[in-house]
């Protein structure tokens, strides 16, 4: 009896070294380079792959097919389309789905942005709804909707929902379900998998993880759906670059890696700030006590590298950031460098003024803590 091939159920490491890579050719790189082109050579009729740069590009079609197999790895009908950014992403989704007349459930701590694309819709005679991740308490407000849009972890109060439970809910009522993976990663979570119509990210975070590329994607399994979701991009022209594209699958290949040493580094940090008297607030799905701890183990393979919390006053929270070195004090999330920023500043999260979130970089461990730890005495003392 012959052994199983080893790449008929890869692991996660295999799969983001492996994803996407095109067949090999003898002399040619792995991962070929990026293709910079606004035209094609296209004698005749527009017939084939490739026609105009703002519609496709080889070294997207690689970086699709890569996204494709790791969010939806046993799924074989699904289509991904990459974009400019996670807003972009967001947006086609958004606005290629809903007409006037149409609900939206929309999650009300989720991504400070969000709010703004909801103020579009109503704009536009969409109606906008919104409840907290926290509970499932969505379902509430589900009946009639055309679209529910969920953000688990939600970012950046790190609340969790049941996605097999809200979609289960949404198909019942003919909705469609939209989930921002941004956080979980497809290595965290696999929301087409629970159930989800599209799964939507941010690729500019930690799918890349160095902090240098703006990206978006966008996987969907009803064919419908996505090709008026490809309608939206080519509209908007919000397409990535060459380059960037090339970057981010590049940058997949040390996903496992990283994202195994964030998740690490994020639980660490937790529980390091559990210990610490004037830290109130403090989150992180890994932690068996966590509010998110007994669903995210359900659905979630790693809890991500985002942790967050409160120090006392904005001024604790400054002396705090500002007592870092192995931290840079930046927004965004999900780069193998540490950051950490008093999120209040921005103005757009309903959060305290001393309110953290933190990061988790690949940094040693215990450096990252000790790094923490002196910090808090700093700013305390």
């Keep these: 009896m012959s052994a199983e091939s080893p790449t008929s159920?890869?692991?996660?490491?295999?799969?983001?070294?492996?994803?996407g890579l095109p067949e090999p050719v003898k002399h040619e790189p792995t991962l070929p380079g990026p293709v910079?082109?606004?035209h094609y050579h296209l004698p005749g009729d527009p017939t084939g792959p490739y026609v105009y740069g703002r519609d496709?590009?080889?070294?997207?079609?690689?970086?699709?097919?890569a996204?494709?197999?790791l969010e939806a790895p046993r799924q074989d009908d699904v289509e991904t389309l990459v974009f400019a950014s996670g807003m972009a992403a967001i947006s086609a989704v958004l606005f290629s789905q809903l007409r006037t007349g149409d609900v939206l459930v929309l999650p009300s701590e989720g991504y400070n942005v969000l709010p703004l694309a909801g103020e579009q819709l109503r704009s536009y005679g969409v109606e906008v709804r919104s409840a907290p991740t926290g509970g499932d308490a969505q379902l509430d407000v589900l009946d009639g909707a055309k679209l529910l849009w969920l953000e688990t972890p939600s970012n950046p109060g790190l609340d969790v929902c049941d996605v097999r439970r809200l979609c289960e809910a949404a198909r019942a009522r003919g909705c469609l379900v939209a989930v921002d993976n941004t956080l979980a990663t497809p290595?965290?979570?696999r929301p087409l998998e629970l159930?989800?119509?599209f799964a939507v990210a941010s690729g500019t975070k930690q799918l890349t993880g160095h902090g240098d590329v703006l990206l978006g994607y966008v996987v969907g399994r009803d064919a419908a759906a996505m090709e008026a979701v490809r309608r939206w991009r080519k509209i908007v022209g919000a397409i990535p670059g060459p380059m960037e594209a090339w970057l981010a699958h590049r940058s997949l290949a040390t996903l496992q890696l990283r994202a195994d040493r964030q998740s690490v580094n994020a639980l660490a940090v937790a529980e390091a700030l559990m210990g610490w008297p004037a830290v109130t607030g403090v989150r992180y799905p890994g932690l068996p006590d966590d509010p998110s701890h007994k669903i995210a183990s359900q659905q979630m393979r790693r809890f991500g590298c985002v942790v967050s919390f409160s120090l006392p006053t904005r001024a604790c929270a400054e002396r705090f950031l500002d007592a870092l070195r192995l931290v840079d004090d930046a927004t965004s999330f999900g780069g193998v460098r540490s950051t950490a920023e008093r999120r209040g500043r921005w103005g757009g999260d309903a959060v305290p003024e001393g309110f953290i979130r933190f990061s988790a970089g690949a940094e040693d461990t215990d450096d990252l803590v000790a790094d923490v730890l002196h910090a808090l005495s700093v700013a305390t003392d």
């Design 187 to 189: 290595l965290g979570q």
């Design 67 to 69: 996204i494709g197999e």
């Design 9 to 19: 159920n890869p692991g996660d490491g295999t799969r983001a070294v492996r994803a």
């Design 195 to 197: 159930g989800a119509d």
């Design 56 to 65: 496709q590009n080889p070294t997207w079609t690689l970086l699709e097919r």
């Design 36 to 38: 910079f082109a606004a």
